[in-house]
């Protein structure tokens, strides 16, 4: 069965970097697109950051610039590099990996969550 293990959240102050990263096991698929969630206390889910199989990125406005996603398909892990940290990114990020079998047919599977507390 498909299981991914989110790591590198924590606690850092405002301006400081961490390095999420997702590792997939159970299976030895590429996935077509990999990325991150993020959801606030209180708030809807929302796409941080999506990578595709090719290698093209993906990132919401509010962490353009900041942010840095990557993957390694021979380890089926994604990562994501976030610097300049400010309040306002504290969340639970989640870890997603989607295999699309058709433009009406897919699969996607999500990580526990990792906290990601920024002081200020």
């Known amino acids: 069965q498909v299981q991914l293990a989110e790591s590198g959240g924590g606690l850092v102050q405002a301006g400081g970097s961490l390095r999420l990263a997702c590792a997939i096991s159970?299976?030895?698929?590429?996935?077509?697109?990999m990325g991150w969630s993020r959801q606030a206390p209180g708030e809807q889910r929302d796409l941080v950051a999506s990578?595709?199989?090719?290698?093209?990125?993906n990132y919401t406005d509010s962490v353009m610039g900041r942010f840095t996603i990557s993957r390694d398909n021979a380890k089926n892990t994604v990562y994501l590099q976030m610097n300049s940290l400010k309040p306002e990114d504290t969340a639970v990020y989640y870890c997603?990996?989607?295999?699309?079998?058709?433009?009406?047919?897919?699969?996607?599977?999500w990580g526990q969550g990792t906290q990601v507390t920024v002081s200020s």
């Open positions: 997603y990996a989607e295999k699309v079998y058709s433009d009406i047919l897919s699969e996607t599977y």
């Open positions: 159970g299976n030895t698929f590429t996935f077509n697109a």
């Open positions: 990578i595709s199989s090719e290698g093209s990125t």
